[in-house]
């Protein structure tokens, strides 16, 4: 048999305390008196630390052994990859009252699913005892009850004073507690707890689904890794809190490979949404590297913990664990301080989960006790996480779209921009044989008129050497004006260079075009321009109007348009002259 001198401790015993080397009193029996509420039992039983994995219960029963199991008291018990095998005995008698009771006997692992193996040594009314095995790495056996954690049935001979035992083993650190339970106060402590975690799920799948919406809907990856994240999370905390296990029963090496998937794909996708979220690229140097760093560990301990090297999960994991929330607060905490707004909410919901992660982490690495809060403060930290992330994102969505409400109006003041004549307000050349010729192809398609008039000042250049440049602008804004104002709302008038204007009139036969132009002609000829100014210059202008004929394509029709507005010239000015060859019969 393997003994231990407190020379040889390993460092988690020394830490820890869990090992003695004298040999223990021998404990009296644990009374259970109260059918009625559960009877913690680690601080009464007695320890064998870091035991021989070769030792069997004939030699811890035989009488006059001297094997130095030591009482637990305050101590935590442990087994870790420095001392992976540990034993416990502990002696149960049954008062008068709590005989009437179906007690049960409950391990608690802080992670369900690590414990490699426990073997329960309950003693027999003739003598000897009955073996009952369990753990993660063995099928739920058939004395075993279906639960997160690790309950058998206590028989009567159980609770009868005689020394039960309790063989512990894992090559990865999980801390371990014992219970006794009346059946009915158990079952209602699950259906609590199921409760909790139903509403716990619910929440969190609830968000997932909702952002399965946006993500489609808004095409953001973000989106997409938020509901990567939160899968993750939760197939993380239905592994780890026993509800696989209790639900679907123990998948020996399935069920670890699982959570550590869940855990590292929670890491890496949290991280991976966080970058995005908060808009974190290489060129913030300082935030990016160090969350991607923390991302990438999460990566690694989920390819870890599908590929069985469950100790380098176990250790990426939690270095994550601590690493990634604490990065992601400050993170969230610099772009608040650089006006992002969204980073407010998103900065209080990881302070959530960063607090329930740390307990979490610290619980595995032996630095914090099982608790309520160490086991279960992730899933807690991750529903208000949720709740408060889910205020980020709609923050994020309103100044989404106040984003691309701007970009928008920019995009569309600069195509209006590249598009329209600065001066005039007109739409410019380049939109004129664009629109052209757009029109021309759509009126042959279905056969309806398209007239085009052309129309140019009369001796402008006098007026810009007689009254100067100036005005003479003045003079062209007055002239568009005047053509809006007695134009279609359909018609497109366009500057098409210098003093030459051109109108698209959609739908309009030739004889409607020359009632337009003649409107304008008369117009200008009769006001001046521009109208309304103390001297306004007496100007005439000259118009040519042709109709697109059959066959024709936008060049003729510009041709024959601009040849009968240098006729309008030739005739002497101020009219409009008809560009009838060619013309569409009727």
């Not at 028989?155 to 990865?172: D, K, T, V």
């Not at 139903?198 to 946006?214: E, H, K, Q, S, T």
């Not at 969204?342 to 989960?353: E, I, K, Q, R, T």
């Not at 009369?458 to 810009?464: P, R």
Request: hydrophobic share 45%; glycine share 10%; with cysteine.
């Amino acid at each position: 048999m393997k003994k231990s001198p407190p020379a040889r401790l390993p460092p988690a015993a020394l830490v820890l305390g869990l090992a003695l080397a004298l040999p223990g009193a021998k404990a009296g029996a644990i009374a259970l008196a109260d059918p009625h509420s559960e009877l913690e039992l680690s601080a009464e039983a007695e320890l064998l630390f870091d035991a021989d994995p070769e030792l069997g219960i004939e030699e811890l029963s035989r009488p006059g052994s001297a094997l130095p199991f030591s009482p637990v008291g305050e101590r935590r018990i442990y087994v870790d990859p420095e001392a992976p095998v540990a034993w416990l005995r502990f002696r149960l008698e049954a008062g008068p009252e709590a005989r009437s009771a179906q007690w049960l006997l409950e391990v608690q692992p802080s992670f369900s699913i690590i414990l490699d193996r426990l073997d329960l040594y309950l003693p027999r009314e003739g003598g000897g005892y009955e073996a009952i095995a369990s753990g993660a790495s063995l099928p739920a056996g058939p004395r075993e009850l279906a639960s997160r954690y690790y309950n058998f049935e206590l028989p009567p001979e159980a609770l009868r004073g005689g020394y039960c035992y309790l063989r512990l083993e894992s090559s990865i650190a999980v801390e371990v507690r014992l219970i006794a339970w009346p059946a009915l106060c158990q079952a209602r402590r699950d259906s609590l707890y199921d409760v909790a975690f139903g509403l716990i799920y619910g929440a969190l799948l609830a968000m997932l689904l909702y952002n399965v919406f946006l993500s489609f809907s808004l095409r953001d990856r973000a989106y997409a890794y938020y509901v990567l994240y939160v899968g993750s999370g939760i197939l993380w905390q239905f592994m780890v809190q026993g509800h696989a296990k209790a639900i679907l029963g123990n998948w020996p090496g399935w069920n670890e490979a699982l959570m550590w998937v869940g855990v590292g794909g929670t890491l890496c996708w949290g991280g991976l949404f966080s970058l995005r979220f908060l808009s974190i690229g290489r060129s913030r140097p300082a935030l990016f590297w160090p969350l991607l760093a923390a991302t990438s560990l999460g990566a690694a301990a989920a390819a870890a913990g599908a590929l069985g090297a469950r100790n380098l999960a176990f250790s990426l994991s939690h270095i994550g664990g601590l690493a990634l929330p604490l990065l992601t607060i400050a993170a969230a905490a610099v772009r608040r301080r650089q006006g992002y707004r969204p980073a407010a909410h998103y900065l209080v919901g990881w302070s959530f989960l960063a607090a329930g992660g740390l307990a979490f982490a610290l619980m595995g690495l032996k630095l914090l006790g099982v608790s309520f809060w160490t086991v279960n403060g992730v899933a807690v930290g991750m529903v208000f996480q949720a709740l408060l992330l889910s205020m980020a994102m709609g923050e994020r969505v309103r100044q989404l779209r106040k984003e691309k409400e701007l970009h928008q109006r920019n995009e569309a003041r600069y195509r209006e921009l590249s598009l329209t004549d600065p001066l005039t307000g007109l739409y410019n050349k380049r939109y004129f044989a664009s629109k052209l010729e757009s029109e021309a192809a759509h009126a042959r398609r279905i056969g309806r008129p398209l007239s085009l008039v052309f129309l140019d000042l009369d001796d402008f250049k006098a007026v810009n050497d007689g009254r100067g440049h100036p005005f003479g602008d003045l003079v062209l804004a007055a002239l568009a004006a005047e053509l809006r104002e007695a134009l279609r709302d359909s018609d497109v008038a366009c500057r098409y260079g210098g003093e030459e204007f051109a109108v698209i009139m959609p739908g309009a036969g030739l004889a409607e075009a020359a009632a337009a132009g003649e409107r304008i002609r008369a117009r200008v000829a009769s006001r001046g321009l521009p109208p309304g100014e103390r001297r306004p210059q007496a100007l005439t202008i000259s118009l040519g109007a042709a109709e697109l004929a059959e066959g024709e394509g936008s060049e003729g029709l510009l041709a024959r348009a601009d040849a009968a507005m240098y006729e309008a010239k030739r005739q002497g000015k101020n009219r409009v002259v008809l560009a009838t060859s060619g013309a569409r019969r009727p």
